[in-house]
């Protein structure tokens, strides 16, 4: 189906069905309810889900095929923002060819850093990248934050092309030549995608469940699955297999006459492409665009979510990904109230003692949380999240097996 094995057709419907029944599956508690806390089907967590699950897709490609690691893949994240930022503010409110411009924008501006970065390998390219990036955070934050000509007359770069440390922000002023400049209540115009606002959701009631059902995150949803499948494609393909060489011995490839060096400048730009288009998409959900998202710590974050998932597999990015901010957003939220109220039941003095046991681990201390799971899989799961999912099915598998009778035990001796 779709080009696919049948391996790979069962990993893409299986992404299919989980963000297609995402507001289900991440609403497993009741409204009210003590364990509320820890659902995450409301839409702007889960539009970071399939956003960063892209982010992760792309650098996966690069980091996964090649062994090549970016320490400044958070340079193109930012640059499909801005990108899509003046696509709103120039042109329209319509998501996709301010998506389009994220993508070719941020395309090339890896092929400009990859032909540098390229000619070193192993940590003397991951320093090169870094330092990219954070050149492309100070240009953001201030030599591109000021306009040298003074204001113009539309107002267009009075903070410069990026806002600084504000951000790029639409305004009532900006032209807009292909769409209203404001509504008609006087407001500025949210993206939309040919009329429909990625901001509206409806609501569905079940008992004391609620389940949101979002536009614009349902709009994300279906990018990554094409972006899922095509990097499924690029794994598969002989393209992924040179990749895979480069991977394995560089050079021992070179000394076959091949030159790897178009293959890895390949990787770098699809990679750099796929980090723009998440860019593009946070700027479609919430139109902003600041340098933070060029920092140093927003690069280590894609890092972080692939090797969590599962560096080289097709799902594991999605899954660190999904991991991540599920943390950042959930166990940051949990303060000490919270926990009393769990505990309540519990004596006085013993209450007091778990939650000051459980409290540094969550709130603001859910770096360490994450410090930890990270430590644990790095030591006993190598292979990252997949892995720990291809032991627990091997065990069952094994157990199965061991209550099953063999053939040979059923076929009586000659």
């Given amino acids: 189906m779709f080009g696919l094995d049948a391996k790979d057709t069962r990993i893409l419907l299986l992404v299919f069905v989980l963000t297609m029944a995402a507001p289900f599956i991440l609403n497993p508690f009741p409204e009210g309810s003590a364990m509320a806390q820890f659902n995450a089907g409301y839409p702007d967590l889960m539009q ?37 930022m003046w696509m709103f503010k120039l042109l329209g409110m319509n998501v996709l060819p301010a998506l389009a411009l994220s993508i070719v924008m941020s395309g090339l501006f890896a092929v400009v850093i990859g032909y540098v970065s390229l000619r070193r390998s192993g940590i003397y390219f991951s320093i090169l990248t870094l330092a990219f990036a ?19 007359q539309q107002g267009l770069l009075q903070k410069g092309l990026t806002g600084g440390e504000t951000g790029l922000q639409l305004t009532l002023d900006d032209p807009r030549i292909m769409g209203a400049q404001a509504t008609a209540e006087g407001n500025i115009p949210v ?11 409806t609501d569905l009631n079940v008992g004391d469940w609620v389940f ?36 394995s011995n560089q050079q021992r490839l070179t000394y076959t006459g091949l030159n790897p060096r178009p293959y890895t400048l390949a990787a770098f730009v699809i990679s750099g492409m796929y980090a723009g288009l998440a ?4 700027v479609a959900m919430d139109p902003l665009a600041g ?29 660190g990904a999904g991991a991540i901010k599920y943390m950042e957003n959930i166990l940051s939220k949990i303060n000490s109230d919270i926990l009393h109220s769990w505990f309540a039941f519990l004596p006085d003095g013993l209450e007091d003692l778990v939650v000051t046991m459980i409290y540094p681990f969550i709130g603001k201390g859910w770096h360490l949380t994450l410090g930890i799971i990270f430590m644990l899989v790095v030591i006993f799961l190598p292979g990252g999240l997949v892995e720990g999912g291809q032991r627990i099915r091997a ?14 035990a059923k076929t009586p001796a000659e």
């Fill in 291 to 319: 340098p933070e998202r060029m920092f140093w710590t927003a690069s280590g974050e894609v890092v972080l979510m692939t090797i969590l998932g599962g560096v080289g597999t097709l799902i594991g990015p999605v899954l």
């Fill in 191 to 201: 993206p939309s995608l040919f009329g429909m606002e990625m901001r509206s959701a």
């Fill in 134 to 152: 954070m050149m492309s955070y100070s240009l953001a934050y201030s030599v591109l934050a000021t306009d040298m000509d003074g204001p113009d």
């Fill in 395 to 408: 065990m069952f598998k094994g157990k199965k097996a061991a209550e099953k009778p063999s053939d040979a």
């Fill in 212 to 247: 949101t059902f979002s536009a614009g995150y349902y709009f994300c949803a279906f990018i990554m699955l094409i972006a899922f499948y095509l990097s499924i494609r690029i794994f598969r393909s002989p393209f992924g297999m040179m990749l895979r060489a480069v991977k």
């Fill in 279 to 282: 860019g593009g998409l946070m």
């Fill in 48 to 84: 970071r889900f399939v956003i960063f699950g892209i982010f992760a897709i792309g650098f996966n490609i690069l980091f996964g095929l090649t062994g090549y690691l970016s320490f400044g893949h958070a340079a193109f994240l930012g640059v499909g923002s801005y990108a899509a």
